[in-house]
Nanobody, 125 residues
Framework: VQLQASGGGLVQPGGSLRLSCSAS????????MGWFRQAPGKEREGVALVSASGGSTYYEASVKGRFTISRDNAKQIVYLQMNNLRPEDSAVYYC???????????????????WGQGTLVTVSS
């Protein structure tokens, strides 16, 4: 199993980035995919989640309206389009996969089956 995140970098406040996560080695079509982030000295937090079909999405409150998660099941890639970036969005971003979109109404704070390595996003002028 491999989850390869890419697309991070340095961007000015108000700018945009698109992260990608390429998946292999598991039945991508049957897995919900999530993006998480961890800033220095902070706990990891969930950012966005998309169901296996792509028909349902869920966002952490601070990114709603600015970030968009999507997936291409044919290419086995999940994307995170990040617009109007803020300095507080700076973090290492990780993608993760799990068989379930939600577990008893819990979207992020639960075990995910597969994790990728992170990609660093820095928002600074």
């Amino acid at each position: 199993v491999q989850l390869q995140a890419s697309g991070g970098g340095l961007v000015q406040p108000g700018g945009s980035l698109r992260l990608s996560c390429s998946a292999s080695g598991f039945a991508f079509d049957f897995y919900a995919m999530g993006w998480f982030r961890q800033a220095p000295g902070k706990e990891r937090e969930g950012v966005a989640l998309v169901s296996a079909s792509g028909g349902s999405t869920y966002y952490e409150a601070s990114v709603k309206g600015r970030f968009t998660i999507s997936r291409d099941n044919a290419k086995q890639i999940v994307y995170l389009q990040m617009n109007n970036l803020r300095p507080e969005d700076s973090a290492v971003y990780y993608c993760a996969a799990d068989r379930w979109y939600t577990s008893d109404g819990v979207y992020f704070d639960r075990p995910y089956e597969y994790w990728g390595q992170g990609t660093l996003v820095t928002v600074s002028s």
